[in-house]
């Protein structure tokens, strides 16, 4: 099964990175809808699209404003967007209010339940984070493979969500600052390079993929992952349309 990284920064695109958006395209499974939504129609393999998001804030959902384009000279059976309902209420009444966004994209709304069905005999679970309005993780299990996704919280050894993910195949998970950042990583809501690979590490994941870094950054030698091998060796900084076989 592939998993592509259609954007891997945070906040604001940009010449090297588009914000979150991470497809599962044999599956027609989206995590995070961010400013890389205009690629998914290149690789959408499916008449159905389910887009999970992790919360709403804006460089996760703005990309729901390009659906049009997405689904154009597309059979497309029905675009659904799962979330926590009072982001997805938040999401109907701002970002598409009309004086914003005129004109709604056909897509329907669905609040998150604790287990979904994904295709191939998947599930696909959801689990709380530390991040200011709140975000969820999710983890997916297949009877040969498994995946998780954190985004956009305080990374911690001891942290609650290590044992929601543990032991999975791959981890995609933020790495917003580097390790001399580490108070203004709490005051946002987000993660310094040491503390991810020691979740990793305590979570005895197999592979770990580091995604939502910080767009300020010149170049990816900049957040020093060299190091972070020391504490977890399996890691690495994943970039746009990055393809992941796990």
């Known amino acids: 099964m592939k998993l592509l990284l259609l954007g891997t920064t945070g906040y604001h695109p940009n010449d090297r990175r588009h914000t979150a958006c991470l497809m599962l395209p044999e599956l027609g499974v989206l995590f995070d809808a ?15 699209l389910d887009i999970f998001l992790t919360h709403a804030h804006l460089d996760h959902v703005i990309g729901l404003t390009f659906l049009f384009d997405v689904a154009h000279g597309r059979e497309i059976e029905r675009i659904t967007v ?3 309902q009072e982001k997805l209420a938040a ?12 004109v709604e994209p056909p897509f329907e709304t669905r609040p998150l339940e604790q287990e979904i069905a994904l295709p191939g005999g998947g599930v ?21 493979r498994s995946m998780a996704y954190v ?3 305080v990374a911690a050894a001891d942290t609650d ?3 929601k993910i543990r032991g999975v195949d791959l981890l995609i998970h933020e790495c917003y600052f580097g390790d001399d950042m580490a108070e203004h990583a709490e005051l946002t809501g987000h993660s310094c390079l040491s503390p991810v690979a020691q979740v990793a590490a305590a979570a005895e994941v197999g592979r770990m993929v580091l995604v939502h870094v910080n767009p300020l ?27 992941l076989d796990f």
């Not at 961010?34 to 393999?45: I, T």
């Not at 696909?124 to 999710?138: A, D, I, M, Y």
């Not at 950054?217 to 393809?243: S, T, Y």
């Open 34 to 48: 961010g400013s890389a939504m205009f690629r998914v129609g290149e690789y959408l393999q499916t008449s159905t």
């Open 82 to 84: 799962h979330g926590e």
């Open 91 to 102: 999401i109907r009444q701002h970002l598409f209010s009309r004086l914003l966004f005129p």
């Open 124 to 144: 696909l679970t959801h689990f709380p984070l530390k991040h200011p309005g709140g975000s969820v993780g999710f983890r997916a299990d297949w009877k040969d």
């Open 151 to 153: 985004t956009d919280t």
């Open 161 to 163: 969500y290590v044992d």
């Open 217 to 243: 950054l010149a170049n990816d030698k900049e957040l020093g992952v060299a190091g972070a091998r020391k504490i977890f060796p399996n890691i690495e900084i994943g970039v746009d349309r990055m393809e």
